[in-house]
């Protein structure tokens, strides 16, 4: 049997809470009967409950687990007892959310959870049984198809990539772990035998993948999930954004920010590829200035209008 990967755990552990807690106390055997959870997993996931909680990290906002002999009890924290005040996007994704936890084993259909998701939507005017329609990136069907079968039989994968950062296209073989959506689009954990670590891969940017012949080892568990993963040695700038172009700040991983009080913002960027650089700062013109960093990276907008203006020049004349 493959071994749970961390999501899958907090899943687990989360149909679990709700499921304990309104039964006031149950007997091990039982919660691992139903769960099909062995002892010492479930021992272990409810020694990790204590430190869950939201700040400031207080008892009054953490939930307890407590083993008595042969029973569990859950106490949930007084946090819980606050009202939600939700937007329809938070209502819908919250529904969403929790109606997943509801496909784990064990969770219980008509328990707390669900009626919990019930109430939500019932405020908020959706079915929450209602078929949802989420757009995400363009992906081709038949790449999907070899990543996904790729990943279940543990093959090597060759791929025809192009990194954006760095506007080039190259042949990669990689060990694919897992596929996930994020921020509308599709992506692939992956151990990239040309970059000899674990990458993140837009699929959308996959132009073709063939599975080999070798086979690899899956990881215990999976890359840590995320698109962006900065290194202490990449150079990082401070951009001086206008009000207009605040939504960088939004859109793109940020190491910090500071409102200056005038409508404009001063964000510090771990920069990874040149190029991705010069795009955003031709894209933002006026609204943008380099206020610190190394010099290369305080001329790249510089350097890129000036390439722009000599292929226009170029074809113009």
């Not at 906002?61 to 996007?89: C, K, N």
């Not at 209502?91 to 084993?105: C, D, K």
């Amino acid at each position: 049997m493959s071994r749970l990967t961390t999501d899958d755990r907090m899943r687990r552990m989360l149909s679990i809470i709700p499921w304990v807690a309104a039964q006031g106390g149950v007997r091990i055997d039982e919660l691992c009967a139903r769960f099909k959870i062995d002892r010492k997993a479930l021992l272990a996931d409810l020694n990790v409950l204590p430190f869950v909680g939201v700040a400031p990290y207080t008892p009054d906002v953490q939930i307890d687990a407590v083993v008595d002999g042969d029973m569990v009890y859950v106490h949930l924290p007084q946090w819980f007892d606050r009202p939600l005040r939700l937007t329809s996007e938070q209502g819908l994704s919250l529904v969403a959310s929790a109606r997943s936890l509801l496909s784990v084993p064990g969770a219980d259909p008509t328990g707390p959870l669900a009626r919990g998701i019930d109430k939500i939507a019932a405020s908020l005017g959706f079915d929450p049984d209602g078929a949802v329609d989420v757009k995400l990136g363009e992906a081709a069907e038949g790449i999907m198809v070899v990543l996904q079968r790729a990943i279940e039989d543990h093959h090597r994968v060759e791929i025809d990539y192009y990194t954006y950062g760095r506007d080039e296209r190259a042949t990669r073989q990689i060990d694919p772990h897992r596929l996930f959506a994020d921020q509308g689009n599709w992506y692939l954990a992956a151990h990239c035998h040309v970059a000899g670590g674990d990458r993140m891969f837009r699929v959308d940017r996959i132009h073709s993948a063939t599975a080999l012949e070798a086979t690899f080892d899956p990881p215990d568990d999976a890359p840590t999930l995320g698109v962006f993963r900065s290194a202490p040695s990449d150079p990082r700038v401070t951009l001086r954004l206008a009000p207009a172009a605040r939504w960088v700040a939004d859109q793109y991983p940020t190491e910090s920010s500071t409102d200056r009080g005038d409508g404009t913002i001063d964000v510090t960027m771990a920069i990874t590829a040149v190029a991705w650089l010069e795009r955003l700062l031709v894209r933002l013109g006026p609204d943008v200035e380099v206020v610190a960093g190394p010099d290369d990276l305080a001329r790249a907008g510089g350097r890129a209008a000036g390439r722009i203006r000599a292929r226009y020049d170029t074809s113009s004349g």
